[in-house]
């Protein structure tokens, strides 16, 4: 028998800047890395004013985990260290491994115009935290998408649903990532198996939905985040009219985790030496 989980608690966001002043939603925050292991960090960004985007981001260094970025709207250029290069566009994905170490910025390529989308930190197992730094481009035609009898679209970036295998699979975290488009004019429901170890949240970015949990029917609206309750194996989701979201999964560590800005590792001293080897040029 199927059991669906519970929302938790609702998460509004925090209004902040990040780069040369990119405005930005921090969703996921350092008090929540615990609670949602093995993500480190979720950030929404989206402004039809070019002031609030024009400055981008930098170079910048990362080390002990990953970057998801999923753009909505908008063009962004990424430069890297280890030589990769790459136009993120509509729809597009750009994963990154920072592993051992990386410098990379990620600038708009646009002065006017709406940019919108997300940023996901995916943390790596301590076996993997100094792993070769990795990069890939995922265009929009390179994401698997389904559609459903009731009008449903699913966009599977990461893991699997209703059979199908997202562009990119992870052994240790096993990341699930969908893009959800419910259409309007219209009641319509959506089911995704989650194992129940697994942490996961939602978020809504345009419109608003029920859960349809063991308890209750709790309603999550535009610009909210919800937490879901690791007691059951499925999440049910309805929405009454055109509503986008994305729903997230992994497989929690289960380890220690000591961030310094940038750098997220096991311990003090694996900072300290991550800060030591940046300045010492030795990322890539």
């Not at 966001?13 to 949602?36: E, F, I, M, N, Y």
């Not at 491994?97 to 990620?106: D, F, Q, W």
């Not at 419910?182 to 978020?203: M, R, T």
């Amino acid at each position: 028998m199927k059991t669906f989980r519970d929302v938790e608690r609702i998460i509004k966001g925090q209004a902040t800047s990040d780069g040369d002043g990119v405005k930005l939603t921090r969703l996921l925050t350092q008090d929540l890395q615990k609670r949602l292991d093995p993500f480190l960090m979720l950030d929404a960004f989206g402004s039809d004013e070019a002031t609030d985007y024009v400055g981008g981001f930098p170079d910048h260094p990362h080390r002990g985990f990953e970057t998801v970025t999923y753009m909505l709207e908008g063009k962004m250029r990424h430069q890297d260290s280890a030589g990769n290069t790459g136009l993120l566009e509509d729809g597009g994905v750009q994963w990154m491994t920072a592993g051992k170490g990386v410098i990379h910025s990620e600038m708009p390529e646009q002065k006017e115009g709406r940019m919108s989308g997300f940023q996901l930190w995916l943390n790596l197992p301590s076996h993997q935290k100094m792993c070769s730094p990795w990069y890939k481009d995922i265009q929009r035609n390179e994401i698997p998408e389904k559609t459903l009898p009731n009008g449903i679209t699913i966009r599977v970036i990461a893991g699997e649903s209703l059979n199908t295998l997202g562009a990119v699979q992870r052994e240790v975290t096993q990341p699930l990532f969908l893009d959800i488009h419910f259409p309007e004019d219209k009641s319509s429901s959506f089911e995704q198996f989650i194992a129940s170890e697994h942490n996961a949240f939602l978020y809504v970015y345009h419109g608003e939905v029920s859960v349809d949990g063991q308890s209750k029917i709790q309603a999550v609206r535009s610009k909210e985040m919800a937490i879901l309750s690791n007691k059951a194996e499925f999440v049910a989701i309805t929405a009454n009219a055109k509503t986008k979201l994305i729903l997230i999964s992994g497989a929690p560590l289960k380890e220690n985790i000591v961030q310094y800005g940038p750098f997220v590792m096991n311990t003090k001293e694996e900072i300290i030496k991550a800060v030591e080897d940046f300045r010492n040029g030795e990322f890539a």
